[in-house]
């Protein structure tokens, strides 16, 4: 049987016009970066990220500092800390301490704004609990220990005090993971069942970074079998060179998922445990503080950072939403 090449030619031409036109069509419907634009009010603000029509929208505004967004385990309630300046001294001379730092709550469409504590000792990282009845939190009272209280600020009750400073606090599932001594620990909700999950090498050592060697910002994954964490690997910068592991909450299987050694952290799991979403703050020398995303084994690591957000914009503290296809995440307007 004869082939008419004329008509096959004719064909091949028909699909690439179709092609073409779709393609055409598609980008129509597509938001251009330059019909954007990102809300500013004040210094800080939640933003929320959708990852398919990256248009973005301003939860809530602050002139004073924003930190370390989690949300509820229903999906319509932030969690996060603010400075609030209560005419107190603030800051503790050649200390990261912040004496005006406290736990608030807002629901995600940005009604319903709540200051959660209200001291003078310096509170930070808070994190639902299982059931969103409690919020697990760190306190700065002695040392930086892990606490607990009712969701509307009551019962404020202490959880562990390892005697030094417990930081970098998540909480899922009913278990706490944490960092102490640049090392990664877990253990039960009612401060039962400690176990060290990691023991980096030169953990504690002090170089040319800010921190010392060691494993920081831990996150368990959705079904409670993984942990996510950074690991400053290098002290070529003074932010410390990172990459990001994975590893058993029994210690075992470690492996490393990026190994650009970028200042880079605070990585959270997508709520479906497909995908992680971190931050990058610099590259060798250069301010980047752009939102990063990755599938949980590394492939496909990508900044997901919208083309359109200012060059004085710095993202921080990443989460993903309830369905996974939005990401919250704090912004700071850096020249303000």
């Known amino acids: 049987m004869s082939i008419n090449k004329k008509m096959v030619i004719s064909a091949v031409a028909v699909v690439v016009v179709a092609l073409i036109l779709a393609t055409s069509i598609t980008n129509n419907n597509m938001p251009s970066p330059e019909n954007k634009e990102l809300e500013h009010d004040q210094k800080w603000g939640i933003y929320v990220l959708d990852l398919e029509s990256q248009e973005t929208e301003l939860v809530y505004s602050s002139a004073d500092m924003l930190s370390r967004i989690r949300l509820n385990n229903a999906g319509d309630c932030l969690v996060f800390s603010q400075q609030i300046d209560n005419g107190n001294e ?47 939190f760190l306190s700065f009272r002695e040392t930086l220990d892990i606490f607990k209280m009712d969701s509307d600020g009551s019962n404020i009750v202490e959880v562990y005090d390892s005697g030094v400073h417990d930081s970098d606090l998540y909480c899922s599932g009913g278990k706490l993971v944490f960092t ?75 492996i490393a998922i990026t190994d650009t050694g970028y200042t880079q952290g605070i990585a959270v799991w997508s709520h479906s445990g497909e995908r992680i979403v971190y931050l990058v703050g610099a590259i060798g020398n250069d301010a980047q503080y752009d939102i990063y995303v990755m599938n949980s084994d590394g492939s496909q690591n990508r900044n997901i950072t919208p083309e359109y957000f200012p060059a004085d914009f710095l993202c921080q503290h990443a989460i993903f939403s309830k369905d996974d296809s939005k990401i919250f995440f704090v912004g700071e307007w850096y020249s303000d």
């Open 90 to 136: 603030c800051t503790v001379e050649e200390s990261p301490i912040n004496l005006c730092e406290e736990i608030c709550s807002i629901s995600v469409n940005g009604e319903g704004y709540r200051r959660i504590t209200n001291n003078e000792f310096w509170d930070l990282v808070p994190n639902w609990s299982a059931d969103d009845s409690q919020i697990f």
């Open 180 to 254: 102490q001594n640049s090392q990664i620990w877990m253990m039960n909700e009612d401060g039962t069942g400690l176990i060290q999950v990691t023991d980096p090498p030169r953990a504690g050592e002090r170089g040319d970074a800010v921190l010392p060697f060691g494993d920081y910002d831990p996150n368990l994954s959705p079904d409670g079998s993984k942990i996510v964490f950074e690991r400053m690997v290098d002290d070529q910068t003074s932010h410390g060179n990172y990459n990001m592991y994975v590893i058993n909450v029994d210690g075992t299987g470690e």
